[in-house]
């Protein structure tokens, strides 16, 4: 059974910063990509991030130069680093793996970014 546990939303400033992390139980990010996704009230979730098995990131524009996604293998953990946060950054996270075969989510974390 596959598990995605993710920690880290909460209320933050406008230009403030925030870290997400999602721990992963069951299976292995080794063998495939990782992936943040953020979906606000009335809108469709949206790609943010992802991280490949071998450390290939891709950023989505609205967030370069400002989030950061990266891995630590020892602990399965994907974490996301949300800096320079704007209002428009509010939306309810979500941690995805994704294998050939397989895709899995998170219960998803509230980042509510204030003016």
């Known amino acids: 059974q596959v598990q995605l546990v993710e920690s880290g939303g909460g209320w933050v400033q406008s230009g403030g910063s925030l870290r997400l992390s999602c721990v992963a139980s069951?299976?292995?990010?080794?063998?495939?990509?990782m992936g943040w996704y953020r979906q606000a009230p009335g809108k469709q979730r949206e790609l943010v991030a992802t991280i490949a098995w071998d450390n290939f990131t891709y950023y989505e524009d609205p967030v370069k130069g400002r989030f950061t996604i990266s891995r630590e293998d020892a602990s399965n953990t994907v974490f996301i680093q949300m800096d320079s946060l704007k209002p428009e950054d509010t939306a309810v996270y979500y941690c995805?793996?994704?294998?050939?075969?397989?895709?899995?989510w998170g219960q998803g974390t509230q980042v509510t970014v204030s003016s």
């Open positions: 069951g299976t292995t990010f080794r063998h495939g990509t």
């Open positions: 995805n793996y994704v294998t050939w075969k397989s895709i899995y």
